[in-house]
């Protein structure tokens, strides 16, 4: 699900695949569905990948605060250690930073 205004030009491939892992997570622990709130819209640090189409905020406020915790962990563990996903207040946010060079440039 999508929060009306949200803009996804430029979202990165990898994105999109984060987010259909993140609706998976959503409906099996909670049975709900999965809001993207901010893509590169909205405003976000200078440096933010989401200017970049790579990070996405995910909607929380359907969320009890340790049911949150669980589907924050859930993402982290499932998205692996190519995405940076944090628990912030409001929403969940995930980016595509991999910190590593990809094998074939190694």
């Known amino acids: 699900?999508?929060?009306?205004?949200?803009?996804?030009?430029?979202?990165?491939?990898?994105?999109?695949?984060?987010?259909?892992?993140?609706?998976?997570?959503?409906?099996?622990?909670a049975g709900i569905h999965c809001w993207i709130t901010s893509a590169s819209d909205g405003k976000h640090g200078p440096n933010s990948l989401h200017y970049k189409g790579q990070a996405l905020d995910l909607r929380t406020s359907s969320l009890?605060?340790?049911?949150?915790?669980?589907?924050h962990a859930s993402l982290k563990a499932a998205l692996g250690e190519q995405f940076d996903v944090?628990?912030?207040?409001?929403?969940?946010?995930?980016?595509?930073?991999?910190?590593?060079k990809p094998k074939d440039e190694v």
């Open 1 to 29: 699900m999508i929060k009306a205004g949200v803009d996804l030009r430029g979202i990165s491939p990898q994105i999109a695949v984060a987010y259909t892992v993140a609706c998976a997570i959503y409906m099996e622990r």
């Open 86 to 100: 944090v628990l912030e207040s409001d929403h969940i946010h995930l980016e595509f930073d991999p910190k590593d």
């Open 64 to 71: 009890s605060g340790a049911l949150a915790i669980a589907v």
